[in-house]
């Protein structure tokens, strides 16, 4: 006994497919559909993050370099740390 069944969905399916037909308007509408689907899509927060990303990377070039002066002391009046970072050139 053999199913059938599969093959006579799929020849159906193969008939009513748009793509067959031979009016190019409906077939390059369904290519492009079937194109729009297979691309991949942004979130909001992936595109927000790259906006931000963008936001802070032309900040810090248009902004001038910040300078911090860090002293921290022991109770006893020593230095506690030293932090020594190069000086960088805008």
Do not use: W, Y
């Not at 409906?26 to 942004?42: C, D, E, W, Y």
């Not at 936001?55 to 902004?63: G, V």
């Amino acid at each position: 006994m053999s199913d059938t069944s599969s093959l006579n969905e799929l020849a159906r399916f193969v008939g009513q497919s748009s793509l067959t037909t031979n009016d190019t308007v409906a077939h390059g509408a369904t290519v492009a559909a079937m194109a729009r689907r297979l691309q991949p899509r942004r979130s909001v927060g992936e595109l927000l993050g790259a906006v931000l990303a963008l936001s802070a990377r032309t900040r810090r070039m248009l902004l001038p370099p910040a300078e911090i002066d860090l002293d921290v002391f022991t109770p006893k009046g020593g230095r506690a740390v030293r932090i020594v970072m190069p000086h960088r050139q805008a």
